[in-house]
Each structure stands twice: as structure tokens, then as C-alpha cells.
């Protein structure tokens, strides 16, 4: 699976990708996975499968989705915070089997 983080500038967002590529590894997943701000997503979504945007941007998914053509969703803030791994795993998951 090839994940696309997005968020304001792209900095807390991958404190989440690191943890988010380490549990999928402990799960024996494969997972390709970055994190942008909302200024870089433009340019690199061909790469990807689907778009996790960040709670603080999330006034931007449908124009996410508009500009990408690919399953995006907003993370649940709570499981954002907390790098909850396993529900944004599960959220991804339902993400892919929209493709």
C-alpha cells in the first residue's frame, strides 16, 4: 500500500508516518509512505494509492479529492494525536478497497 500524508506543512504529520511505518512492519505489511504540506501534494499523488489528510486540514479533502482522483479521508484527530496505528491502519485498509 502507498500512503500520501497530508497536512499544513508537513512536519507533524511525519512524526505519524514513522510510527505508521513501523507498525505496519511489525504487522508484516508493506507500506510505502510520505508526508507533505497541502503546497507539495499536487506534485507527488501520482505515486500513491490513497491520501491521509490531517485533522487541521481537513476543510481541504474535497478538493484533495477533486484534484486527485484517489480515496483520500480525513484522520480522526483523537487517533491522530495519539498515533493510534491500528485505526488508521483499519482506516486505510477501507480506503484501498475503494479503489
Not at 497530508?6 to 511525519?14: L, N, P, R
Not at 481541504?60 to 494525536?81: C, E, F, M, R
Request: negative net charge; glycine residues 8%; hydrophobic residues 45%.
Amino acid at each position: 500500500m502507498k500512503i500520501l500524508l497530508v497536512c499544513a506543512g508537513g512536519m507533524s504529520t511525519g512524526l505519524l508516518m514513522k510510527k505508521m511505518a513501523a507498525y505496519w512492519e511489525e504487522q508484516g505489511e508493506e507500506l510505502t509512505i510520505n508526508a507533505v504540506g497541502l503546497a507539495e501534494y499536487n506534485d507527488v499523488y501520482k505515486d500513491y494509492d490513497i491520501i491521509l489528510v490531517g485533522p487541521q486540514v481537513r476543510y481541504k479533502l474535497n478538493d484533495i479529492k477533486k484534484d486527485t482522483g484517489l480515496p483520500a479521508d480525513v484522520v480522526n484527530s483523537l487517533d491522530y494525536a495519539i498515533a493510534n496505528c491500528p485505526n488508521i491502519m483499519k482506516q486505510a485498509k477501507a480506503l484501498m478497497a475503494q479503489k
